[in-house]
């Protein structure tokens, strides 16, 4: 059988980008998926790509909303039968300098990735107790969660939020053999709606380079001269979430060709 055959899998922010990656990945692997979005029929066309509705559905989640990520839990519940592996990826990414973030910025960056994966975490570790068989809990935080860069106090700020959530909830949920694990990406561009979305503009602004440069400036400063992919993140996901590494909670990898350690 496949590694993650007969597990479910609920993604979230998983229409684009990161979360597509890790969604198809864990599929690929044999997981059922709940791929969960802002846009309903953007997270049903994501999931229609996986496959049919035995191994993929849609579901619409805003994570800054408790009711609706309590029913995101419920759907996969329904759909599928149980729920093993929750990745919290939404995310979005302002990149502003101090004086221009305004108090709403700082807002809308915390509700969606602190508060956002404090309730997905929350509605998923009850489930998973009942369950009664563990399970993983991944976030996907990022480099700057923990290093300082320019331009993203409010963004870095609620990473730093998700990577000590990581290590809170996997000593709180470690007795009921939940693994909680961090992903720290940096540098994903081609791929990433966050970069389409205007961030890849502004940060090729801050560096000083061209937007089409920007996938290759982000791979150059890195140790390994190597290009960061979706798909490298979902491979840390599917390492994770997988037994060999089944002694293993509260780590953060990066994924980043090494740009953290450098
Ligand atoms: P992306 O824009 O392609 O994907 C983000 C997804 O999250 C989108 O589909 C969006 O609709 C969804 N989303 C946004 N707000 C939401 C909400 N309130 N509820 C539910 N879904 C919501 O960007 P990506 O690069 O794939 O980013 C995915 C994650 O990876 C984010 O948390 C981001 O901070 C993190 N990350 C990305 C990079 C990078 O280099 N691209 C680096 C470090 C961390």
Same mark, same amino acid.
């Given at each position: 059988p496949k590694p993650h055959a007969g597990r479910i899998a609920l993604v979230t922010g998983?229409?684009?980008g990161i979360g597509k990656a890790i969604a198809q990945r864990l599929a690929a692997e044999g997981a059922c998926v709940v791929v969960a979005d802002l846009d309903l029929e953007k997270a049903r066309a994501a999931a229609a790509e996986i496959g049919n509705s035995d191994v993929a559905i849609g579901v619409a989640a805003n994570v800054a909303d408790g009711t609706a990520v309590q029913n995101a839990v419920n759907e996969a519940l329904l759909a599928f039968g149980g729920l093993d592996l929750v990745v919290n990826n939404a995310g979005l990414s302002l990149s502003k300098p101090l004086l221009e973030t305004t108090e709403a910025d700082w807002d809308l960056q915390h509700d969606v990735m602190a508060k956002g994966s404090f309730l997905v975490s929350r509605a998923a570790a009850q489930a998973l107790i009942e369950q009664g068989l563990g399970g993983d809990i991944i976030y996907i935080s990022s480099k700057n969660g923990v290093f300082a860069g320019p331009n993203n106090i409010a963004y870095s700020a609620t990473k730093a939020d998700q990577a000590h959530q990581v290590r809170l909830l996997a000593v709180e949920l470690g007795a009921y053999g939940v693994r909680v694990n961090g992903v720290n990406p940096d540098g994903?561009?081609?791929?990433?709606g966050i970069f389409a979305s205007g961030w890849g503009a502004n940060r090729a602004a801050t560096y000083g380079v061209k937007e089409e440069d920007l996938g290759q400036f982000y791979a150059d400063r890195t140790i390994l001269k190597r290009e960061v992919l979706p798909e490298h993140v979902a491979d840390a996901v599917f390492v994770l979430t #997988?037994?060999?590494?089944?002694?293993?909670? #509260?780590l953060h990898v990066p994924v980043d060709s090494g740009v953290a350690a450098a």
């Open positions: 998983a229409a684009s994903v561009v081609r791929g990433s #997988g037994d060999e590494l089944s002694r293993t909670t #509260g």
